[in-house]
């Protein structure tokens, strides 16, 4: 069991034990299950890089590369800039 005290502020500092077990970082979210008999539980929602989301979705069509990608966004941003000026 650990223990912690609340600040005048209504701010608590979990115990080092408690994040170690717990994985926690900061910028994770904690969220607190209060059951009707007023127990409390405690969970972490832990963040995930974008970085850990890369390719976690199918391509929809091949990747052609960087130049193909630059010349039709080239080719795009220059028939909207024609579509404005008419």
Do not use: C, H, N, W
């Amino acid at each position: 069991m650990f223990r912690a005290k609340l600040t005048s502020k209504g701010q608590v500092t979990i115990p080092v034990a408690v994040r170690r077990r717990l994985s926690l970082q900061p910028g994770d979210d904690l969220i607190f299950d209060i059951s009707t008999d007023g127990e409390v539980k405690l969970r972490a929602l832990k963040r995930k890089p974008l970085t850990k989301l890369y390719a976690t979705l199918p391509a929809s069509r091949p990747y052609p590369g960087t130049a193909k990608v630059r010349e039709e966004v080239a080719g795009e941003m220059a028939r909207q800039i024609l579509q404005k000026e008419k």
